[in-house]
Each structure stands twice: as structure tokens, then as C-alpha cells.
């Protein structure tokens, strides 16, 4: 069927193409006057195709951004563009027709949108879109969305929508509450996660489950988690055990990485790591294992120490090789950890000889001796020291891994180096409260089952809960899930939840275990993330078609906005002022 706008698209015309009549509909990217002629690109959602207008007579009134038809022949340039997929060609225009009229000012240069202010592009997105390069994201996302639907197609998985609007659950984030005229004074919540009705899928006989489930969660965004929304690959398996989630996890996610980038991917079967050795030898559950620095606790070494800054502190060692490095790379070094909260950054140097540095004077020669045993330390390395309470000590040395790192040039950035990190601690103690509570997932499996709850020391109790951990970002968290009505009563019990709260706030599920739940297993991976990897962006947004800022706004639809009293009134909710 023939196209009154357009014949051919923008970036579909080639050397073979040279003679034809064409008709084609895009946005004036660019225009430049010569003299008379007027040389101008016009770009549609295929590509660029530059214009030759003899007559500049016929762009008057007409400015870039506006949507035009054009008739004419394809040439051959004299002066060909190697940088242009169309670029050895260009099309003589004999008419132009406005379809759709545009300012002359525009709020920012197109060409220029990736480094114009993120609120003002944010606002006018359907205009930062139309870069290229911001164009090609979204056609990316599009590929990608398309290659995890057949893929877990394959695989035997059945794509399900699980509900929007659903009740409200402890499950670890603020919620999105959301009113009703039918009940008023009851609320909606959206879904952190379709954690209840997956599990729930499967107790309905379903074998294999997956969606690419919206998430919403009402808390601060960062650069490498959306503010508000964000979509996950979810999935659930009847009868299935860790391994058969991490074979499914493996197949995917390799082939994934293999077919949308050219990095090296590391191969399956991945590296394991226990989320206590993670903790002991990396300082994170999300180790990057591109980094090849470690982490040594010498607690001990300094127990006796006299030195103010290491006593009575949990003090961790990170030896580097940072021979002919000047001292303000370690002042930098203090600054970064000054800026985390900490109180500071210790080093030595080692010749292979001497030990010298900015606490030298304050480590004994037994100290030293044992500090280049415990660090297997080299001529020409350097000792990196955090000391602090435990849980701040931790954190600081993974900023402190990462940033050496990275100034020392010891990541390849050509690889993708997965992980697992299994054996979560099924309980910790809540920093604010002081009290028992969940550490990963309330819904998992505690490895011992019901035994383990009712004759282990809670904070002993490890749960069949793992991460997919890549170049330091968490790609996928998921679980053996607990499918026992017992078990699940004594598990939230240990956490200050009787049973009648269980039976109230997880309902169904509870109930649904009562009517013979198989053992399942899953999990989900982070889309957004994982996208932002692939396309290699370090803030999250970018991958995004309308995305929040990140203070939670919508700039573009002006949302959250004030709702008229009426409306209100209906919904059954006052307002008061404070």
C-alpha cells in the first residue's frame, strides 16, 4: 500500500539508490545556507539523509525541527560523509511541504541535548529524544525487551501480568498508596514487587512464570536505581531448587551480554561467593570482580595499639600497588573517604626495605612484620587502613576498593565478570529499632527449614537467598521460597510478627499454603540496570522513555500536582496544613 508521506525512509537511501525519484517525511535537523543553496539533513526514526536545496527560496518561514515532505532525486555527493550510513548520497529536493510547524527557539539544541541540564531536557523529553544517540537507547530497549521475551519463551516460561492495584505489605519499602471512591478510607497499594503472586501462580499449578512486571517503590532514586518506577525481569519455578535457577539465570544473562555488547563475558558455571567471605575478603555483597584488591582484617594486629585512631576500632587493610604515586594521591584518597562520613585514611608505603608513611611512627617494627605477612606486601606497595565502628569500617573500605581500583587502572572495562552470592543471613538487627529482622526476603526458604527456626540462633539462620552480582552491581536477587504455613508462621514470629498479623497482611499466600503449595524457586533481575550496563551509561535515567527527575518529579506532565478539593471531597480525603 503506498504512503502519501514518504516512499522511502530517512535512513534507508544507498549508493544504489542514485537516480530514483523519492518522497520522504521527517524533521529538519539541520540548515545550512550557502549562497543561495542550502544544504540541509532531514532525520526520521530510521536515520539521516542530507538534503540539496537549489533554491533557497524554498525553506522561507521554514526553521529546523519542523516536520517536512520532500520530493526529489537521489545523487551521488561529490563530498561523501563516512561517518553517515546514508552518507554517500543526498537528495536534490524539487518541492517541500510543511506537515508540522515549529518555533523558531528552541528550548535547547537537539544535537546538543545529552549535555544540557537534566531538569530542563527532562521537561521537554519528546525534544531530547530526538537525539540520536537518545533515540538509539529507547530502540535498544525496545531490541532488548523483545530478545527476554522469546528467550524465556524458549525456555519454557509462560508470560503472566500480575495486578497493579493491589493491598499494602511490609515488604522493606515505602509504599504508593492510592485511594478509592469505592472504599473510602481504604487505600490501594502499588506493588514493590509481584513477589505474593508469583509465589501464588505457582501454587495455581503453574510450572514456569515471567513477566517484565512494573515495580514501584516510595523512595529517593540514585544513579543506579530509578526514582519511583522501575520494571524487572520476574520469574518463578515450580519444583525447582537454587541450581535450577542459576542454570536458567546463567543461560539468559550470557546470552544476553554476548548478543547486545562485544565485551568479554566471563562463562558459566559463575564464581560463588558466600555473603559472609563476600563481607570478609571484598567489603560488599556486590563485589566487582574485575577489581583483583582484597581485603585484610588486622583487627588483631593493633589490638594493643596505643595509636587513638585504631583503638577500639574495626580496622581493615587494603595493600596496592601504588609505587611513584605522590602524596596527593593519598590526600585525594582521605578526602573521598572524608566524604563518605569517615574520619579519615591511614597508609604506609613499602621499598621493599623501609616502611614509611603518614602513621609510620605509630606501628611498631612487630606490627610492620606482620602487616607485610598478613598483606603479602611487595616492594613498591602501599597499605591502606580503615578504622572504625564495624558496620561504617566495612562500607568505607568497599568505596575505598573501588575508587583504587579504579585510579590505579585495575579494572578491565572489557569484561563482564559475574557472580553469585549465596547464604544470605536469613536475620540481622535493625540499626534504628535495635530489634530482630528480615535481611533479604521475608518469603524465603532458611536452610534447615522449621528445625532451624525453632533451635538456632536467629542471626546463625542462613536462607537459600542469592544475588547476581556484576562488575559491582546487584543484576538479580531471588530465593528458594518458603512454601510451608508452619514455617512461614515461626519465621515471622522470631521477627516480632504474630500469626493473626500473618494471616492479615499475606492473606492469600498464607492461605493458599494450606491448600498444597509446591516447592518454588526464583527471582528477578534489575531491566533497568542491566540496560544501563549494556548500553553503558552510569546514571540510570538515560535508559528510560519519560523518566523522574531525581527529586521524584515529573517534569514533563508536572507530576506530583495538587488534586481539586471535589475530587477530594469524593475520595472521602482532607488535607490539613502543617
Known amino acids: 500500500m503506498s504512503n502519501y508521506y514518504r516512499t522511502n525512509n530517512c535512513g534507508e537511501l544507498r549508493i544504489e539508490n542514485v537516480g530514483q525519484k523519492v518522497t520522504m517525511s521527517g524533521w529538519l535537523a539541520t540548515i545550512r545556507k550557502l549562497g543561495g543553496i542550502v544544504f540541509a539533513t532531514l532525520r526520521d526514526h530510521f536515520g ?13 518561514g521554514i526553521c529546523k525541527e519542523t516536520v517536512v515532505r520532500v520530493e526529489g532525486e537521489v545523487l551521488e555527493r561529490s563530498s561523501k560523509n563516512p561517518n553517515m550510513e546514508t552518507g ?116 495455581s499449578g503453574y510450572d514456569k512464570y515471567f513477566q517484565i512486571a512494573p515495580c514501584f517503590r516510595n523512595e529517593a532514586g540514585r544513579a543506579d536505581r530509578m526514582t ?43 564464581v560463588r561467593i558466600p555473603y559472609k567471605e563476600a563481607i570478609e575478603k571484598y567489603c560488599s555483597d556486590k563485589p566487582d570482580l574485575r577489581n583483583p584488591l582484597t581485603v585484610n582484617d588486622v583487627t588483631e594486629i593493633f589490638k594493643n595499639t596505643e595509636f587513638n585512631a585504631f583503638k577500639d576500632k574495626t580496622i581493615k587493610m ?46 611498631t617494627e612487630e606490627q ?41 587502572g585495575l579494572i578491565d572495562q572489557n569484561k563482564v565478570a559475574f557472580c553469585w552470592v549465596v547464604d544470605f543471613p536469613f536475620y540481622e538487627i535493625n540499626e534504628e529499632t535495635g530489634k530482630l529482622d528480615f535481611s533479604h526476603n521475608p518469603f524465603s526458604m532458611p536452610q534447615g527449614g522449621l528445625d532451624a527456626l525453632n533451635n538456632k540462633d536467629p542471626l546463625d539462620i542462613v536462607a537459600y537467598q542469592y544475588d547476581l552480582v556484576c562488575n559491582g552491581y546487584e543484576m538479580l536477587s531471588g530465593a ?10 515461626k519465621a515471622f514470629d522470631l521477627v516480632g510478627y504474630d500469626q493473626s498479623v500473618v494471616e492479615q497482611k499475606f492473606a492469600a499466600l498464607f492461605n493458599a499454603f494450606s491448600y498444597g503449595a509446591p516447592p518454588h524457586a526464583g527471582g528477578a533481575f534489575g ?46 480525603i482532607k488535607l490539613e496544613d502543617k
Open 88 to 203: 554517500d548520497i543526498e537528495v536534490k529536493v524539487a518541492a517541500i511541504e510543511v506537515l508540522g510547524k515549529c518555533q523558531s527557539v528552541l528550548p535547547f539544541e537537539i544535537a546538543d541535548a545529552p549535555n544540557t541540564k537534566d531538569d530542563l531536557r527532562y521537561k521537554y523529553r519528546y525534544l531530547d529524544l530526538r537525539n540520536p544517540q537518545n533515540h538509539k537507547n529507547l530502540v535498544m530497549r525496545g531490541k532488548v525487551l523483545k530478545y527476554i521475551r522469546d528467550k524465556f519463551d524458549e525456555m519454557g516460561f509462560l508470560e503472566v501480568q500480575t495486578p497493579i492495584l493491589t493491598s499494602s505489605s511490609p515488604e522493606g519499602a515505602r509504599d504508593y498508596i492510592v485511594p478509592t471512591v469505592f472504599s473510602k478510607g481504604e487505600f490501594y497499594a502499588l506493588p514493590q514487587a509481584p513477589q505474593q503472586f508469583k509465589q501464588l501462580l505457582m501454587v
Open 318 to 363: 587494603i595493600v596496592a600497588p601504588c609505587e611513584d604515586k605522590p602524596r596527593r594521591f593519598y590526600d585525594d584518597l582521605g578526602k573521598l573517604i572524608v566524604s563518605y562520613e569517615g574520619k579519615g585514611l591511614a597508609w604506609l608505603k613499602y621499598d621493599g626495605q623501609e616502611i614509611t608513611g603518614s602513621i609510620a611512627k605509630f606501628v
Open 480 to 489: 528458594v521460597r518458603n512454601h510451608d504455613q508452619e514455617t512461614m508462621v
Open 527 to 572: 531491566f533497568d540496570r542491566m540496560l544501563m550496563q549494556i548500553l553503558g551509561y552510569d546514571v540510570i535515567r538515560e535508559i528510560a522513555a519519560f523518566p523522574l527527575n531525581k527529586n521524584g518529579r515529573d517534569l514533563l506532565m508536572n507530576a506530583p500536582s495538587k488534586i481539586d478539593e471535589a475530587t477530594l471531597k469524593e475520595l472521602g
Open 48 to 60: 539521516v539523509t542530507q538534503l540539496l536545496i537549489e533554491d533557497e527560496a524554498m525553506l522561507e
Open 368 to 408: 610492620k612484620k606482620a602487616l607485610i605477612e598478613k598483606g603479602n606486601v611487595k616492594a613498591g606497595d602501599s597499605l591502606f587502613f580503615i578504622a572504625d565502628t564495624k558496620p561504617m569500617a566495612i562500607m568505607l573500605t568497599n568505596v575505598l576498593r573501588n575508587a583504587l581500583g579504579d585510579q590505579l
Open 228 to 270: 519511583g518506577e522501575f520494571y524487572q525481569i520476574d520469574f518463578e519455578m515450580s519444583f525447582a531448587t537454587q541450581e535450577d535457577v542459576f542454570a536458567v539465570c546463567e543461560n539468559f544473562i550470557t546470552g544476553l551480554y554476548n548478543k547486545f555488547t562485544n565485551l568479554d563475558v566471563c562463562k558459566a558455571p559463575f
